[in-house]
């Protein structure tokens, strides 16, 4: 034998490594888990990405409201491959949100919630809610403006809780104001705090998934009963199992490597996401957006009816975690397969699609007024006389461009006016200006009778052709 | 060498086991012995994290420019260092406000917080409006409502004229409830 062989045999036997884990990697499970069943290591695998590059990142990182920004600065332009470290931590977090909900979304369609998985999906949840403060925590660690004014929108939004809501405002700001405070506690949050909760949840979680078994692939007709379901598992694992390592495990490495070598491949390519201008809150030039998880939620802060506002920020999540609690436990019996459960198949469907448009909205924020709106050329105009060639120049002086389009150029808060001069009467446009209307200040205090004739002269004009 | 039955009695085996009201005893013990130490330790953790929720924001006067470098009427951004800067702050100690020179000796400061979430609004003067990118909330040069979705009007800094100069007097972000 050779000095390594005893060596290992030695330690071995001190351990008991081979003992306790050849058990784990070789249990037996159900036959038919497929591709399918791989977004839950992914998932595991994006984390183990994000540790290992997030204390690599830490080595440069410097958690002072002063230096935050430019350490960011040097870690992405000067460090030695420092910018693809960032790319990787970015596109890893990317990947691990992407796929605790891909998985998520997996368990729930196949039913493998239900008995006696109950608790797998409870600490799923838990993980579920951890990432998401990860991927919000990690955004504003970058420290630029984004960062600076995505922590106070964070915090009003704490504020719309009845009683409490001040006090959880000033808890996420660390104080009064964003400020010396603020980007320590999260940091801690982002670096200590919540991957502790996500080391212990994943331990829970991989318990649990031993304990219990990885659930079989649903099959029509088959009826999960708590009184005789572990038995029959059992007997399916005894009959048919197959070990998981390597017959079942070889999907999860091959599919995680990809994945990892995915994520690398977009670090080197596309990079980390541009730092914004300096993290000083008295630069009102600002465009907040977070980042591409959170964004779809943006637009739900812009679209709901202000009348019901604060129910929906604080109720909405509410609702969502209790019914994401609560599914366990209504539904722990019975069929697993989705076509037997259609309305699973409903859900899944509408949330996709839900998501997915407020995405697409978000992008366009066709309810932000376009400050980067430019003035009307002649070209633009087209022929046409002196007032109305004024008017098109007041049009965008007096801040209408922002909100309305005119021949392509401006927002799309308003309506497009390329064609007004055909819809209304000048008197109909005048007193729209005049007296505003849904969503449209009044101008009447502000507008003095020349501008207001050059305005409406212009408007008229445009009749689409 | 002893035998294994005397190495166990030289350890004190085979005595009366403890008896049940002993054992209830011992937990109990253990359980309040364990629960103290924690409660030791953890009542400066508790105390650090929530002293943000104790603290009250400071109002400091700021002085923001001299009085004739404000013409009247016009509404111009000023920046000025928050309530409670720290010395590792940075430019993130700065805050500014929308400031107007309503009369001779009077002035108006506006947050620029949008009442709605927080998101810096800006003043259009040619619109006499102020706008916020995030979510469209707009503001009448009053600060009152004019559109989108913020609840209330914007917030306003007190403003004193002091020795010819214009001061602000800092609060927190304001947040709407």
């Given at each position: ?150 922590v106070v929108v964070g915090a009003a939004q704490a504020g719309r809780v009845?009683v409490i809501g001040q006090r959880l405002a000033q808890f996420i700001l660390g104080g009064n104001v964003v400020?010396?405070?603020t ?130 920020i604080v ?151 | ?51 943000p929720l104790?603290e009250?924001p ?55 917080n949008?009442?709605?979430l927080g ?53 927190g972000i304001p947040i709407s409830s």
């Open positions: 034998m050779s000095l390594l062989r005893r060596a290992w045999a030695w330690f071995d036997d001190r351990t008991g490594l081979t003992n306790v884990l050849s058990p784990i990697a070789s249990h037996l499970v159900p036959p038919g888990t497929s591709w399918w069943y791989v977004f839950g290591s992914a998932t595991l695998f994006a984390f183990i990405v994000q540790v290992v590059t997030g204390i690599a990142l830490s080595t440069m990182y410097v958690t002072s409201t002063a230096h935050a920004y430019q350490s960011l600065q040097f870690i992405t332009q000067d460090a030695l491959l420092g910018r693809v470290l960032r790319g990787i931590h970015f596109w890893g977090a990317s990947a691990m949100v992407l796929f605790v909900g891909v998985h998520m979304i997996r368990v729930f369609l196949t039913g493998s919630y239900k008995f006696p998985r109950e608790v797998n999906w409870l600490t799923g949840a838990g993980l579920l809610l951890f990432t998401i403060g990860m991927g919000f925590t990690g955004q504003l660690l970058r420290w630029d403006q984004n960062a600076v004014w995505s009845p400020g010396g405070a980007l320590s506690r999260f940091f801690s949050f982002h670096v200590f705090f919540i991957p502790a909760l996500i080391f212990g949840f994943i331990g829970v979680h991989l318990y649990l998934v031993i304990r219990n078994g990885i659930s079989e692939p649903p099959v029509l007709g088959h009826i999960v009963d708590p009184k005789t379901y572990r038995d029959w598992y059992n007997r399916l694992l005894e009959r048919h199992g197959v070990p998981f390592w390597p017959d079942v495990a070889w999907r999860d490495v091959v599919f995680g490597a990809a994945m990892v070598a995915g994520i690398v491949a977009l670090a080197f390519l596309l990079g980390p996401p541009v730092l914004g201008k300096p993290p000083d809150p008295s630069i009102v030039q600002a465009d907040p957006r977070p980042d591409w998880y959170l964004l779809w939620y943006f637009a739900v802060l812009a679209l709901i009816p202000p009348g019901i506002e604060s129910w929906v109720g909405a999540p509410m609702a969502f975690g209790a019914a994401v609690i609560l599914l366990p436990f209504l539904g722990s019996k019975g069929e697993r397969h989705p076509l037997r459960r259609p309305w699973a198949i409903v859900v899944v469907i509408v949330a996709v699609m839900m998501v997915g448009t407020l995405w697409r909205l978000a992008d366009k924020a066709p309810w932000s007024p376009n400050f980067a709106a430019q003035p009307l050329t002649a070209q633009d105009l087209g022929p046409s006389s002196d007032t109305v060639w004024a008017g098109s120049q007041l049009f965008y002086v007096k801040g209408c461009q922002y909100c309305h389009t005119v021949n392509g150029k401006g927002g799309q808060r308003g309506p497009d006016l390329s064609d007004v001069g055909s819809r209304l009467s000048k008197q109909q446009i005048t007193q729209r200006i005049l007296n505003g209307g849904t969503n449209m200040p009044a101008y009447a205090a502000t507008m003095n009778p020349g501008a207001l004739n050059l305005l409406v002269d212009f408007l008229s004009s445009r009749t689409g052709q | 060498m002893p035998t294994d039955d005397q190495f166990a009695e030289s350890l004190g085996a085979g005595e009366e086991p403890a008896s049940l009201s002993r054992r209830g005893f011992l937990i109990k013990l253990s359980a309040i012995a364990g629960t103290v130490a924690a409660a030791l330790v953890a009542l400066p953790i508790v105390g650090v994290v929530v002293s104790i009250k400071r109002e400091i006067w700021r002085s923001v420019g001299r009085l004739e470098d404000f013409p009247l009427g016009q509404t111009v951004q000023v920046s000025f260092v928050d309530a409670s800067p720290l010395p590792w702050s940075g430019v993130t100690a700065k805050t500014a406000a929308w400031l107007r020179r309503d009369g001779q000796q009077s002035f108006t400061a506006f947050s620029i949008c009442t709605h998101c810096p609004v800006r003043w259009v003067s040619g619109a006499h409006l102020f706008m916020c990118p995030c979510h469209g909330g707009v503001y009448n040069q009053d600060g009152s409502v004019a559109a989108g979705p913020p609840p209330k009007s914007l917030a306003k800094y007190p403003t004193r004229v002091r020795n010819g100069l214009v001061e602000i007097q800092t609060s």
